[in-house]
Structures are given as C-alpha cells and as structure tokens.
C-alpha cells in the first residue's frame, strides 16, 4: 500500500513538536523510502532535511531545504522548516521573510502560522505573535501546542486570567501519551493562580 507522504509529515512535525525523536526517525525513513520509490526529488530533499533537524544539523537540513524548494517553490511546509532551522543557528535576520514566503504558497498551513507566532513572542512582538496564533488555531483549534504559545504570549503581555484560560485549552487538547508535558502545564497554572491572587 501506498504511503501518503502528507500525513508522514504531519506524523513528523507532531513527533519533533515533542521530542520524540525515535518516532521521528522511524516516520522519517519510512517517508523518505517511499519517496524514493516515487523518485520524487522535492519529497526526497524535504525528508532528509528532516533527518538533519532530528540530529540539530540545521546547516545540513538548510541546504536540503533550499533543494526542496526548488523543486517544488510552492512546499510551505519547506520555507517554515527553512525558519526554524536559521532560528537555531541564531541567524534571525530573514527569519519572517521565510515564513511569510511559506504562508504566500501554503495559507491554509497552520504550522507556519503557529511558529511565526512563536517566534514573533520569542522576539517581544507579543501583539503580532497573538494574531499568528490566533490564525493557527483558526485552521486547526485542536493544536494544544499552539494554545500552550498562546497561553505563554498571554502572560508576557501581562493578561493572567486569560493566559490561564489558554492553558486550559491546551490540557484540555493535549494528547494523553504526554504526562510530563500535562505535569508542566498544571504546574503552569497552579503558579498563575497564585501570582493573580497576590495581584487580586
């Protein structure tokens, strides 16, 4: 049977998103096999990359990447994983033209969305990264990673009860394989509660 390529990144980009990297490497052999198989050099190029971010050889991953794009300029999957992979090696001048170039060829990808937003919060563009967020969740609302950003944007901008609410969300979508992720959010929480009745 056939692999769908698509739904192999999505089970990629979910296994990197919390780092699980053996089953980020599993799907990322078998998706890279299969586009062998089709001898489809774009998806070829897109899946090595992906090997490279497993192993933090953003360099690497970014030469594939430049690949991939060429040989198919509308993968925004491709500009995303190109942004990401220049956040980690600190060169961040270019980083926004990569996701908006990204978001012009795939709009409807709530990834690209999700982690302009995050950088946009990393770099204390609060207001901006919340409607980043605000768009990812648009495209898919049961993105818990992405309520987690939003929850977190909320508190830099010092709105603690809605950050709360946003961290909610997030356990309330958050996949039940990830205790130590739901740990952190309720220790998240207990802490806001907290700070908002020294505020109150």
């Given amino acids: 049977m056939p692999i769908d390529l698509k739904n192999y990144r999505v089970l990629i980009d979910d296994a990197i998103t919390y780092d699980d990297k053996e089953r980020a490497k599993k799907y990322t052999l078998e998706a890279l096999d ?13 899946f090595k990359a992906q090997w490279e971010i497993i192993h933090e050889q953003y360099e690497q991953a970014i ?31 270019g980083v926004i033209e990569y996701f908006d170039k990204g978001i012009a060829v795939e709009p409807d990808f709530a990834t690209i969305h999700h982690n302009k937003g995050w950088f ?26 992405t309520y987690e950003n939003r929850a977190d944007c909320l508190f830099r901008l010092g709105l603690i009860a809605e950050s709360i609410e946003a961290y909610e969300m997030a356990l309330s979508r958050l996949n039940p394989d990830c205790e130590s992720i739901k740990q952190q959010i309720q220790r998240l929480i207990l802490i806001l509660k907290s700070f ?5």
Wanted: aromatic residues 6%; glycine residues 6%.
């Fill in 34 to 46: 299969e586009a062998v198989r089709l001898e489809d050099l774009g998806e070829q190029m897109y």
């Fill in 63 to 93: 030469k594939y990447l430049d690949q991939a794009i060429q040989f198919n300029p509308s993968d925004g999957a491709a500009y995303n994983d190109r942004a990401t992979s220049m956040v980690e090696l600190g060169q961040l001048n």
């Fill in 120 to 145: 946009l919060n990393q770099i204390g563009e609060h207001q901006a990264a919340l409607l980043c967020l605000d768009e990812a969740l648009r495209l898919d609302p049961h993105r818990a990673v």
């Fill in 196 to 200: 908002k009745k020294t505020k109150s």
